[in-house]
């Protein structure tokens, strides 16, 4: 990968990785609730979606239009891992340093949600206390734990870069001749 590559990966994670601490600073003072909101949930994942778009179809752009299958992959999932690795720091923080309570707030509000969706799809009481038991069991927001979720999210970056840069490539035929 090029230094160019690179720089450009950091520096555009950098960009989205402060988007989305300011978007949890603003969740964080809104409260709990805010912290869960499906609206809000659904707007930072597709957030997570356009922007390494948009910087890949610029840098291809500044390419004469050209760019490779391994560094539009690069591009698009190193800004997604960037920002995603400046998040997870971020989070380690809030939850285990700033504010240790409100990962406790957090866990309330999103099994009180947890239930009500439960209820509504008709599952039984035995299998909702279940599903609480499993939630306060796993949900944990120790270093270590954050940090694994972050490991299986850049599955989910992985698998999206690679979708994003089989529809993006654009081979320049004459230097491949």
């Known amino acids: 990968m090029s230094e160019?590559?690179?720089h450009y990966i950091l520096k555009n994670g950098l960009v989205l990785g402060g988007i989305y601490v300011?978007?949890?600073?603003?969740?964080?003072f809104f409260g709990v609730e805010f912290f869960v909101n499906t609206y809000v949930s659904y707007a930072a994942l597709l957030?997570?979606?356009i922007f390494p778009i948009y910087y890949l179809l610029h840098y291809k752009k500044s390419?004469?239009?050209f760019i490779d299958f391994r560094s539009?992959?690069?591009i698009c999932t190193g800004i997604l891992i960037a920002s995603g690795f400046?998040?997870?720091v971020f989070n380690i923080l809030l939850f285990?340093?700033?504010?240790p309570e409100f990962s406790s707030e957090l866990l309330d509000i999103t099994i009180n949600t947890a239930v009500i969706q439960l209820e509504a799809f008709g599952m039984s009481?035995?299998?909702i206390s279940s599903a609480i038991e499993m939630m306060e069991s796993e949900a944990n927001f120790s270093p270590m734990n954050m940090l694994k979720g972050f490991g299986f999210t850049i599955v989910g970056y992985t698998l999206f870069g690679v979708i994003v840069a089989a529809f993006t490539k654009k081979n320049n035929e004459f230097i491949n001749q």
């Open 96 to 99: 285990n340093i700033i504010d």
């Open 63 to 65: 390419q004469d239009g």
């Open 86 to 88: 400046i998040l997870l």
């Open 22 to 28: 300011g978007i949890d600073i603003i969740k964080y």
């Open 4 to 6: 160019e590559i690179k």
């Open 72 to 74: 539009a992959f690069s």
């Open 125 to 127: 009481d035995e299998h």
């Open 47 to 49: 957030l997570a979606a």
